[in-house]
């Protein structure tokens, strides 16, 4: 018995256990669902009741079509995504979006030079993420977005991370409206990378929904909030 092969395939096999509003709780195995291909397109994505892994569709899918999660984070470039894939799961990806870079455009929009920096500064805000240190996150945030705001665009996925940074700051220090702000920046870019009944876009647009029914903004939170619950009804 190979200690070290054995980690190896649970790193590659296993799934990360997310809450309803995928955010990572823990760690799981689950055999059957570790047959599944990736695809930078999936037409399923995996959501969590609990501990237990549920298969769900995202877009209509035709008879003899292959079942295809994404294994990484969307909101990466092709280059990012192939690299990770070759480094974790030792393939290469040549799925149509890979093939295309089709979203590349779009998720790299804006000054080069700028959004290289952010890039950077993203490690230093997940780093304070991950202790906890809202106020320093939300002052990185805050400095970054306001001095780059006629230079990068809200779909630039770099921006856009840092919008989420700057949103979840402020709902945990409890500045509900400054969070609507930033969420509601975020809207039309998450619309564009997670299309269909996609669960990320769903969570994204609950919490703006209950952010805006916080606010008062009654209509515009129902809206959202029916949309949310037709992608639900689908991904859950």
């Not at 096999?13 to 397109?41: K, R």
């Not at 990806?93 to 959004?115: I, N, P, S, Y």
């Not at 969070?179 to 919490?207: N, W």
Request: glycine share 6%.
């Amino acid at each position: 018995f190979d200690v070290a092969d054995a980690f190896l395939q649970v790193i590659c096999n296993s799934f990360t256990i997310c809450n309803a509003e995928m955010q990572e709780v823990g760690v799981g195995l689950y055999p059957s669902m570790s047959l599944l291909n990736h695809s930078c397109d999936p037409n399923c994505s995996i959501v969590f009741n609990g501990p237990h892994l549920l298969l769900r569709a995202v877009r209509d899918i035709e008879a003899g079509e292959e079942l295809t999660i994404c294994y990484l984070d969307m909101l990466m470039t092709s280059e990012e995504r192939r690299k990770q894939l070759r480094d974790q799961y030792c393939f290469e990806c040549d799925c149509f979006r890979c093939q295309t870079q089709d979203k590349d455009a779009d998720m790299l929009t804006g000054d080069e030079q700028v959004w290289k920096e952010v890039q950077e500064s993203l490690k230093k805000i997940e780093e304070l993420k991950a202790h906890w240190k809202w106020e320093q996150v939300l002052a990185m945030c805050q400095t970054i977005i306001s001095s780059n705001a006629e230079r990068l665009p809200d779909i630039n996925i770099y921006q856009l991370k840092v919008l989420d940074c700057a949103m979840d700051a402020c709902i945990n220090l409890g500045l509900l409206e400054e969070a609507l702000f930033y969420g509601m920046r975020t809207m039309e870019p998450y619309r564009i990378f997670f299309p269909g009944s996609h669960p990320v876009r769903g969570v994204q647009v609950m919490k703006v929904g209950k952010l805006q029914l916080h606010q008062g903004m009654f209509p515009q939170a129902m809206k959202n909030l029916r949309l949310v619950f037709g992608v639900s009804r689908v991904t859950h």
